[in-house]
């Protein structure tokens, strides 16, 4: 079963939210791609809604310095800062040998790929199921893959998403007992690839600073850090 996931609309402004990471006392909210940049006006709106139906906090997606302005006068404070990092699409590494079968997700994997996402990640971060439809809807198209070792466990997946043309790493995660094996660096490059066959040439990640080994895996595949990073934003309605 998936989580809800709502579309706030007011004019051609549009964000979707849904309960954060499964807590329903906080609301996760993110501009839908290709809409306007929130305006103050607007995420006010959402705001209000989001309390009458209960909601005590509200936490954004990682926004860029020019989403962030809307939210910012409403009131919204930095609650995480992220690296935003780029990768040009025309030049890609070689896939070594992958260590597990990269496959196409099916509904049926979504018990074990939260599983993994928990084993991955501190609880902050854990998609849950809501996380998880979010990341899925974040583009138009997206490609949900997952690493299948010999037992047939799931090891591994990766969500990349595709906006006209541009590219975005949502999700990635691999279980703690199977790093160092070149799953993550085996979905990432399925996912670059798929990108680059759609002629994207530019694909975006981001990543907490503290992160040293996704900085790493992603700068050694070829990904480089962007001037201006992200962050995530928070606001408390009671």
Same mark, same amino acid.
């Given at each position: 079963?998936?989580?809800?996931?709502?579309?706030?609309?007011?004019?051609?402004?549009?964000?979707?939210?849904?309960?954060?990471?499964?807590? &329903?006392?906080?609301?996760?909210?993110?501009?839908?791609? #290709?809409?306007?940049?929130?305006?103050?006006?607007?995420?006010?709106?959402?705001?209000?809604?989001?309390?009458?139906?209960?909601?005590?906090?509200?936490?954004?997606?990682?926004?860029?310095?020019?989403?962030?302005?809307?939210?910012?006068?409403?009131?919204?404070?930095?609650?995480?800062?992220?690296?935003?990092?780029?990768?040009?699409?025309?030049?890609?590494?070689?896939?070594?040998?992958?260590?597990?079968?990269?496959?196409?997700?099916?509904?049926?994997?979504?018990?074990?790929?939260?599983?993994?996402?928990?084993?991955?990640?501190?609880?902050?971060?854990? +998609?849950?199921?809501?996380?998880?439809?979010?990341?899925?809807?974040?583009?138009?198209?997206?490609?949900?893959?997952?690493?299948?070792?010999?037992?047939?466990?799931?090891? &591994?997946?990766?969500?990349?998403?595709?906006?006209?043309?541009?590219?975005?790493?949502?999700?990635?995660?691999?279980?703690? #007992?199977?790093?160092?094996?070149?799953?993550?660096?085996?979905?990432?490059?399925?996912?670059?690839?798929? +990108? %680059?066959?759609?002629?994207?040439?530019?694909?975006?990640?981001?990543?907490? +600073?503290?992160?040293?080994?996704? +900085?790493?895996?992603?700068?050694?595949?070829?990904?480089? %850090?962007?001037?201006? &990073?992200?962050?995530?934003?928070?606001?408390?309605?009671?």
């Amino acid at each position: 079963m998936t989580a809800q996931v709502d579309v706030i609309r007011w004019g051609p402004e549009r964000a979707r939210t849904s309960p954060w990471r499964g807590d &329903g006392r906080i609301a996760y909210l993110t501009p839908v791609a #290709d809409a306007p940049v929130p305006s103050a006006a607007f995420v006010k709106r959402c705001c209000d809604q989001l309390q009458r139906k209960g909601f005590d906090q509200v936490v954004t997606s990682a926004l860029a310095p020019n989403e962030q302005v809307g939210f910012k006068a409403a009131g919204f404070e930095v609650a995480e800062h992220l690296y935003l990092l780029a990768h040009d699409l025309r030049s890609l590494p070689a896939s070594p040998p992958a260590p597990a079968v990269i496959r196409r997700a099916t509904g049926g994997d979504r018990p074990a790929v939260l599983a993994v996402d928990d084993l991955a990640f501190p609880p902050f971060w854990q +998609l849950g199921e809501a996380g998880l439809d979010d990341a899925l809807m974040a583009t138009p198209r997206t490609r949900f893959r997952v690493a299948r070792l010999a037992d047939q466990s799931v090891a &591994g997946y990766a969500v990349t998403g595709r906006s006209g043309p541009r590219g975005f790493l949502q999700r990635l995660a691999v279980r703690p #007992d199977q790093r160092r094996r070149g799953l993550a660096q085996a979905l990432v490059l399925d996912g670059l690839r798929w +990108l %680059r066959r759609r002629r994207v040439t530019r694909a975006m990640v981001n990543t907490q +600073l503290d992160n040293q080994a996704a +900085l790493a895996l992603y700068e050694g595949l070829g990904f480089r %850090r962007e001037s201006t &990073g992200l962050s995530v934003l928070s606001l408390g309605l009671r």
